[in-house]
């Protein structure tokens, strides 16, 4: 679930949001965590949140970036630090 952290254009949407996301994937977990805008009232564009950790094939940290194609439908590519 994310947080609204900052309102930045109220009349227009444009705000900024903490979104910690817990990924389970068949080798392990991953905990993400990192601000992410809305304009428009809509993700867009590609935003990269960090890894802060993560078990089994997945120790470490590093990044995950999420490109948003449509309101529905999201990309992410996973880089780990070990």
């Not at 910690?20 to 809305?38: A, E, I, R, W, Y």
């Amino acid at each position: 679930m994310c947080t609204v952290v900052r309102v930045d254009e109220a009349t227009r949407a444009t705000k900024t949001l903490q979104c910690p996301v817990t990924l389970s994937l068949h080798d392990g977990q991953l905990f993400t965590d990192g601000l992410v805008p809305l304009a428009d009232g809509a993700l867009t564009g590609t935003q990269v949140v960090a890894i802060a950790g993560g078990t089994g094939e997945f120790r470490g940290q590093g990044e995950l970036a999420l490109k948003f194609l449509t309101p529905t439908e999201t990309n992410g590519t996973i880089t780990l630090t070990r």
